[in-house]
């Protein structure tokens, strides 16, 4: 995946490289995010370090199965690794919504988000705080390692940012 300010986010499949599908042909995509625009029709991911119910209401359950999803149940996409495979999935589609928890024994390094941050908006998603404010990745003047977004990081496709937003909020206002 490459990304470039005002030149968009692209991606290349490795098939080729790895000669499993040797016919594939061989060019760089254009990477947009995902079109959905209603929560409950929306793909989620969160770090494995933390649990959806220390996100979102928890009237609201997941599950991780496409397939059979009830009402009021939202699909939890299974996912590994840290929080730039998540910003990737949302940029290429895969995801529509990724967010994180901010914890006040663990420190937020820049250089886990810069690269997402740029590759969602270039691919037309949005990268806020829990509040809705962009993220200042320069804030720490010193050494530019450590942002401080308040509450989490919400990363989306732009279209469920708000509603999303409005979720986060009604939860904070509960707990």
Same mark, same amino acid.
């Given at each position: 995946?490459?990304?470039? #300010?005002?030149?968009?986010?692209? #991606? =290349?499949? *490795?098939? +080729?490289? @790895? !000669? #499993? ?7 760089? +995509?254009?990477? $947009?995010? +995902? ?8 793909? $989620?991911? #969160?770090?494995?370090? %933390?649990?959806?119910?220390?996100? *979102?209401?928890? !009237? ?11 009402? =009021?149940?939202?699909? @939890? ?20 919504? $990724? $967010? ?8 937020? =390094?820049?250089?886990?988000?810069? &690269?997402?941050?740029?590759? &969602?908006?270039?691919?037309?998603? =949005? ?7 962009? *993220?200042?990745?320069?804030? !720490? %003047? ?14 989306? +496709?732009?279209?469920?940012? !708000? %509603? ?12």
């Amino acid at each position: 995946m490459v990304s470039h #300010i005002g030149c968009g986010t692209w #991606i =290349k499949r *490795l098939s +080729n490289i @790895l !000669d #499993i599908t040797p016919n594939m042909p061989d060019y760089w +995509n254009r990477s $947009f995010v +995902n079109q959905c625009c209603l929560v409950h029709e929306a793909r $989620f991911c #969160i770090p494995e370090s %933390q649990t959806w119910e220390s996100l *979102l209401p928890s !009237d609201v359950k997941t599950s991780a199965d496409g397939i059979s999803i009830a009402e =009021k149940e939202f699909l @939890l996409l299974p996912t590994c690794c840290g929080s730039l495979c998540k910003y990737l999935m949302v940029a290429t589609g895969r995801a529509s919504v $990724f $967010f994180l928890r901010a914890r006040s024994e663990k420190t937020i =390094k820049v250089w886990d988000h810069a &690269v997402g941050v740029l590759c &969602v908006q270039e691919a037309g998603g =949005k990268v806020t705080d829990w509040n809705g404010s962009e *993220l200042d990745i320069a804030a !720490d %003047q010193i050494e530019r390692r450590v942002i401080f977004p308040s509450g989490g990081i919400l990363v989306s +496709n732009g279209s469920l940012h !708000d %509603q999303i937003l409005e979720m986060i909020s009604s939860r904070l206002s509960v707990s």
